[in-house]
């Protein structure tokens, strides 16, 4: 992995722990030559984690909807800013551009983006690797509901096992180097054991 899609919120949220592991990602990322890929915005955690991997010295490559330019919230100091048609090109160039995702805590925006990563992955669009960085355990009650919808029978295990989550970035960017996404083409005979 080279090039990693960062999902996070265009708010700061209400804990500092958030912008905190937002800049230590970016250490990690810097750290290990990873190009960051991410929303384009200068605001939120959005822009703490832009703004901390730049400081690092490393590269930043932001995808903004021209709307979202227009209102101003473009990072203008990036390595480089691609401003697109919509909100579904945006996705799409990230994830074109990108070897894996990570969510950082967010709020809908960051939650629909890494569902569709997710979701095309389950449908073998993509063999990436997806991660939350379960910063302060912002994820755990999600992360409970998809088990509960693995024993539900709505998620297989296997597609379940698509996700995966740690409180330390550095320890979830090297699980996400090693991590074979599995051939998930099962999806189509219904058995979710």
């Given at each position: 992995m080279t090039r990693i899609c960062v999902f996070t919120g265009s708010s700061p949220g209400?804990?500092?722990a958030y912008a905190?592991?937002?800049r230590e990602?970016?250490?990690?990322?810097v750290s290990g030559r990873h190009t960051l890929v991410?929303?384009?915005a200068k605001v939120g955690l959005m822009g703490v984690l832009a703004d901390a991997v730049i400081a690092g010295g490393g590269e930043v490559i932001g995808v903004i909807p021209?709307?979202?330019?227009a209102k101003e919230v473009a990072h203008r100091g990036l390595s480089e800013l691609r401003v697109v048609g919509s909100m579904h090109e945006r996705k799409?160039?990230?994830?074109?551009l990108s070897d894996g995702v990570v969510a950082l805590p967010g709020g809908l925006g960051t939650l629909e983006e890494l569902f569709e990563m997710l979701t095309w992955a389950q449908l073998g669009l993509h063999g990436k690797p997806c991660g939350v960085l379960n910063v302060a355990g912002y994820f755990d009650r999600l992360l409970q509901f998809l088990d509960h919808a693995v024993d539900q029978r709505f998620i297989s295990e296997l597609h379940r096992g698509l996700l995966?989550?740690?409180d330390d970035p550095t320890v979830l960017v090297d699980r996400m180097m090693a991590y074979q996404v599995p051939n998930t083409g099962k999806w189509l005979d219904r058995d979710t054991s």
């Open positions: 209400a804990l500092d905190a592991s937002a990602l970016a250490r990690v990322l991410y929303g384009g021209a709307h979202l330019e799409a160039v990230m994830s074109e995966l989550s740690d």
